[in-house]
């Protein structure tokens, strides 16, 4: 598992330094992005959010290295990105109105999809791995997760596992296709030591980006959504 993942970071690094090409003489005309993805980043100030067992770290900042990340992987690939937050705080001075204004922007108009990033929690400290959330009942929203945790898995080196419908206020508010990714266990005493790396959390960040246009490209081509558990 270990090997797998040093491996796959390793292509990830040594793709990107392929790829980097010197700057062409004449650059394409800029085109308008063609999707627009809204990222939250779950928690934030006061409301820490779940808690590392062994090393105390806040689920909330991890949300948000995690979330800066995938916003730059999106914005790469040419993705308009909207995020809840971009700092340490929370987005008001309470619950209730952190909550409000989270929901004002998750429901910004012509988005195209959004995506809620936090950290699980449980009591048996052998529970592992990625999960993805979306609103009970919302096709598109189903298949948006599954295409999330299906670029998950495969990064993590994992079996393949079904999106999980729930009913959560990010999966619930937004009009678009809505997913709410729990990226790993802070319970897990491995996981939360990977999710505190810069390299681990980025491969996460490109794979739910992967993800997430996957679903994008499959909707706007018109081809059949990817197959889902029922
Ligand atoms: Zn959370």
């Known amino acids: 598992m270990k090997n797998r993942l040093f491996l796959l970071l390793l292509g990830l690094l040594t793709g990107c330094a392929v790829s980097a090409k010197a700057p062409e003489a004449r650059e394409p005309l800029p085109t308008p992005p063609r999707w627009y993805v809204l990222v939250d980043a779950g ?18 900042e991890l949300n948000l290295q995690v979330a800066l990340l995938v916003a730059e992987a999106l914005e790469d690939a040419g993705v308009r990105v909207l995020m ?21 922007l998750l429901t910004t108009e012509g988005a ?9 929690k449980f009591s048996d400290r052998k529970v592992r791995g990625p999960m ?22 495969e990064a993590m080196g994992l079996k393949s596992r079904l999106a999980n ?15 709410l990714v729990e990226c790993g ?6 996981e939360e030591r990977l999710l ?19 679903y994008l490209e499959a909707s706007a081509g018109g081809e059949p959504l990817p197959e889902v558990g029922s």
Do not use: W
């Open 43 to 60: 928690h934030g100030g006061f409301d820490g959010g779940a808690s590392g067992i062994d090393t105390g770290v806040q689920e909330s």
């Open 84 to 104: 809840t937050r971009t700092e340490k705080g929370a987005l008001g001075g309470t619950k209730r109105e952190d909550m409000a204004r989270r929901g004002e």
């Open 112 to 120: 195209d999809a959004a995506v809620s990033i936090h950290m699980n």
């Open 132 to 153: 993805a959330y979306y609103q009970a009942g919302a096709k598109a929203g189903q298949a948006l997760a599954q295409c999330v945790i299906d670029r998950l898995t």
């Open 165 to 179: 419908p729930g009913n959560n206020f990010v999966t619930r508010v937004p009009a678009c296709p809505a997913v």
């Open 185 to 190: 266990f802070l319970s897990h005493p491995e």
């Open 196 to 214: 505190q790396e810069e390299a681990y959390q980025k491969a996460i960040a490109e794979a739910i980006a992967r993800g997430v246009l996957a």
